[in-house]
């Protein structure tokens, strides 16, 4: 019988060509966000799964046997996303590897990036933190971590290979900034995906990190030659003392044709060496790797485009909130302490503004003056909360638009280190501009002056 190996992130760039390499000898289940309407490749399993919800991840999991990790969240999905994209990563994480322990899952793969050896985690970029908090956050539970740390992966349809060739391929004139000389190991698309094969169910791998790359050690202004010499460019490529962070951002986004979200952590990231390390080093490799230039050809001469399923349209509310803010555990607290502590500052903070009532099933209101009606209500989830999570689901208040869906939750992450407090598909109820220009501003302010208490 197939493994049955599930995939967040499948319709992404390394999900896609996974699917499509090993569509035959495993029972691969795409997860996605949207339902499929037509699905082309029978032989491959699609689930319909909102990752910001522990019970929809954990259905989705279902009879899986090993799980691979390819989620960044680099795009919003609702309307108003208030959070940063560290702290977002750092809940779906935790929400994967919740519902993979509750499910059996035996193992997970992850694969993120190359870490810098040369300095401690707090010089490095945001998105260099929020690789390694992922990295903790799904080696937390039973499942056996392998986490596959690349740097850039060479192949057709590749964001950070795409940008590349757009640099060569629209200037003539590559003025290269500094950070352009730091040092790494790209490898190609078909060596990563020999190497995600190769630790799928294998115990040499699991509770392990592993750094993989190609023998080729290549400054980024050296993959630009290369790169337009393969593409048969004449290009003029040197260096520049001074171009600022911001400037190359601007720069490599426009001529790169790609996103300011991908390229800002991208460029913020280069200012470290990203070498293979001795002791972390991919070893078994049975076939030779390929080479940056093998590589290129190779990406520049496949088409982009793999077989994929028809998605139906999302149906939902238009204006929904998803608000998360990452809190402060100096005391050492549990989760349930911090959920009920905010139950008692809420009205202290809002003195002879706000009242609060707690019912004996869980419910709280919160009264603005002596209104009878709750301008928020709040019901606990017993179920499925406990010291570690609280869980409320939003059921009432004249500031709520939907009361079917929305949720609030404080939960501790990476060992209780930090509580993450996090509002859900929350529907206001007053016009969307007047809302995100008042309860939107007010509800951050809040949470900045909550924060500062229990820092206090």
Known sequence: MK???AIAGATGYIGRWFMDRFRNKYHLIGLSRKEV???????IEW??????????????????????????????STRLNQGSFEDTDLILADNFVRAADANGVRQIIYL???????????????????????????????????????????????????????LVDRLPVLMCPKWTESKTQPISLNDTLEIMDSCLDNPDYFDRSIEIGSPDIMSYKEMLIETASVMKRRRWIFSVPIFSVGLSKLWVGYFGKSPTQLVSPLVESLKHTMTVSHDLAYKDKESAYQTYAESVRLALSTENEVPMPSFKPLVGAANTVRSIQRLPNL???SAYWVANRYKLWLPTFFRFLITAREETDGTVSFHLLRFSVPMLQLTLERNRSDRKRQLFYISGGWLV??????????????????????????????????????????????????????EG
Request: aromatic share 10%.
């Open 3 to 5: 493994q049955k190996v």
């Open 37 to 43: 309407d037509q699905n082309p490749v029978p032989e």
């Open 47 to 76: 689930r319909q799964v909102e990752l910001y919800s522990i019970t929809s991840t954990q259905k989705a999991l279902e009879g899986v046997d090993i799980a691979i990790y390819l989620v960044h969240s680099m795009t919003v």
């Open 112 to 166: 993120g990036g190359i870490l810098p050896k040369d300095s401690l985690p707090d010089s490095w970029s945001r998105h260099l933190r929020s690789r390694l908090e992922v990295e903790q956050t799904l080696a937390s539970k039973s499942p056996a971590l392998t986490a596959i740390r690349a740097s850039i992966i060479v192949g057709p349809g590749g964001s950070s290979f795409d940008m590349m060739k757009n």
């Open 331 to 333: 005391r050492n607290k």
């Open 401 to 454: 638009g939907r009361v079917d869906y929305g949720w609030l939750e404080f939960r501790e992450v990476l060992e209780g280190r930090y509580i993450i407090s996090a509002i859900h598909e929350f529907v206001p109820r007053i016009p969307w501009f007047l809302y995100l220009n008042t309860q939107a501003r007010i509800h951050l302010w809040v949470m900045n002056r909550f924060k500062a208490y229990l």
